[in-house]
């Protein structure tokens, strides 16, 4: 009997363990691109702001109607707007992530270095480089890309996003980093290839 009744509850159980967890995809991006912009100044257009919906006589029947519904979509967006890229170990990961953008530049801009698909930095040739510019730019992308991990690690951690979700973020930020480099830089698309940009 016992095991009757243990075997169902415990498929209960179970079935109200599996949760869908939200990830906040929109607001990982507009963090994504605030940060690829403050950090290597992209190149990408400011994104507009939404338009301000009209407003309406504070008697309206719409108003009243709609206050819940607003007030809904307000909270939901106000929750999803709070994502932390600000606490010090973000801070100081982004400081020194704009603070080596300068040193890493021209590497790009001559071709040695391009952005692979996952958003990391990649050494493309070292054509042209002395011994003492290949064992930089060898330093200044390891130290890139450890940063990298590093603040999509720091944001998931702020923001109690689950670890198994760091990959959605990397993902999200790789995007930025493609979409705002700046014109003759070498990219990698989905499929592997490189292309200037």
Not at 84 to 113: T, V, Y
């Amino acid at each position: 009997m016992l095991k009757r009744i243990f075997i169902p509850a415990a498929f209960f159980l179970g079935a109200c363990v599996t949760v869908n967890i939200y990830f906040p995809a929109a607001a990982v991006e507009r963090a994504a691109d605030q940060i690829v912009k403050e950090t290597w100044g992209g190149t990408s257009e400011p994104t507009q702001a939404p338009p301000k919906p009209q407003s309406l006589n504070r008697f309206s029947p719409v108003r009243f109607a709609s206050f819940k519904f607003v007030g809904w979509a307000n909270e939901a967006h106000a929750q999803e707007a709070d994502i932390n890229i600000s606490n010090p170990a973000i801070r100081a990961l982004k400081d020194s992530i704009k603070q080596r953008s300068s040193a890493i530049k021209p590497f790009m801009d001559r071709g040695n270095a391009g952005i692979g698909q996952d958003g990391l930095l990649v050494i493309r040739s070292t054509d042209g480089l002395s011994l003492k510019e290949r064992a930089e730019i060898k330093q200044l992308i390891d130290a890139e890309n450890r940063d990298r991990e590093n603040l999509y690690s720091e944001i998931a951690r702020a923001n109690n996003i689950s670890r198994e979700s760091i990959p959605k973020i990397k993902m999200i930020f790789a995007k930025s980093w493609i979409d705002q480099a700046q014109p003759g830089w070498w990219v990698q698309d989905a499929q592997g290839a490189w292309r200037r940009k």
